[in-house]
């Protein structure tokens, strides 16, 4: 039964090995084609907009959390 388990699951990791061959073309060929136009720039803004946006979420966040620990401990 093992041995069926185990030929099983190996076969199930082949098949997603080799399907990954085509999604890495795939995105190689959109990335080149975003360059290409220039929209690379766009998506790029976008997630540094984002990531700077949760950055300062957090960094905000975690003042006022300090500010409330420091209020209830010093009572």
């Known amino acids: 039964m093992k ?3 185990f030929s099983v699951a190996f076969l199930v990791c ?3 090995i080799f399907g990954q ?4 073309a795939e995105a190689d060929r959109n990335a080149k084609g975003l ?3 220039g929209k690379i720039y766009v998506v790029i803004a976008v997630l540094l ?3 700077c946006g ?3 979420y957090i960094i ?3 003042r006022k959390i300090t500010r409330l620990e420091k209020s209830s401990f010093s009572k």
């Open 3 to 5: 041995k069926i388990l």
């Open 14 to 16: 082949s098949v997603a």
């Open 21 to 24: 061959s085509a999604v890495v």
């Open 35 to 37: 360059r290409a136009d």
């Open 49 to 51: 907009t984002i990531l």
């Open 54 to 56: 949760l950055f300062f």
């Open 60 to 62: 905000r966040l975690d």
